[in-house]
């Protein structure tokens, strides 16, 4: 059966460290993997996409990378911030003009 | 990026009732989904409204229940029919330009039954 999961459904990190979130998915064929932040009482909003060829890409403090042998995505907060915190989501892109497939979503807490 | 304008953005109704959600995007998009989220929950997929025709259901959810509206490329309405206290959750209006195009998110109604 098609799955999408993240990991861990919490992370708790110090400030200042690195948050690596992942995303892992079985019986797809992506031809994008793109992640979203979502904040309490708001809806999710599109952070980074990458494609099936590209290996890593990155903006500003972030870092996604995406395996598609290994059919993986990794995402990072680098020198994460307090106000990082809130629930990050994958989601694949299929082919075509379909919705994208979301994830549970990973909730991070920055501590200061 | 599209801007995705909902309301109401909130409402208490009564058990038997229906409400009408509206959803305008500020751009014309190619697709629209809607989607219901139990707080601290995942995002589920209602439907994708399709401009000039029905809309097209994921499994567990039905015409009767949820009609969809889309009249033109920038707004949608999601009715939720003859509601219970189990309707009540968040509904969000997505949009999107095409694939390999970011999913742009209104921030939701969140619906009460009681």
């Known amino acids: 059966s098609q799955k999408i999961e993240q990991n861990s459904e919490a992370l708790n990190i110090q400030e200042g460290k690195t948050a690596t979130l992942t995303c892992n998915y079985t019986n797809y064929s992506p031809a994008y993997l793109q992640w979203y932040r979502q904040d309490p009482g708001r809806g999710p909003v599109f952070l980074l996409l990458i494609r099936e060829n590209e290996k890593e890409k990155r903006k500003e403090r972030l870092k996604v990378t995406f395996d598609t042998t290994l059919k993986q995505s990794l995402f990072h907060i680098t020198a994460s911030q307090p106000a990082d915190s809130a629930t990050y989501l994958c989601a694949l892109d299929i082919r075509g003009n379909t919705p994208l497939v979301f994830g549970k979503g990973t909730r991070l807490s920055v501590i200061a | 990026s599209a801007v995705i304008s909902q309301k109401p953005s909130r409402d208490i109704c009564q058990r038997g009732t229906s409400l009408t959600i509206q959803c305008q995007v500020d751009?014309?998009?190619?697709?629209m989904f809607w989607y219901r989220q139990q707080p601290g929950q995942s995002l589920t997929l209602i439907a994708t409204a399709n401009q000039g025709s029905e809309a097209t259901y994921e499994s567990g959810f039905v015409i009767d229940k949820f009609p969809i509206s889309r009249p033109n490329l920038t707004f949608s309405t999601l009715t939720v029919s003859n509601m219970s206290p189990e309707d009540s959750s968040i509904y969000l209006c997505?949009?999107?330009?095409?694939?390999?195009?970011?999913?742009?998110f209104g921030d939701g109604t969140r619906l009460s039954i009681l």
């Open positions: 751009s014309q998009v190619t697709m």
């Open positions: 997505s949009a999107r330009a095409g694939g390999g195009q970011p999913q742009h």
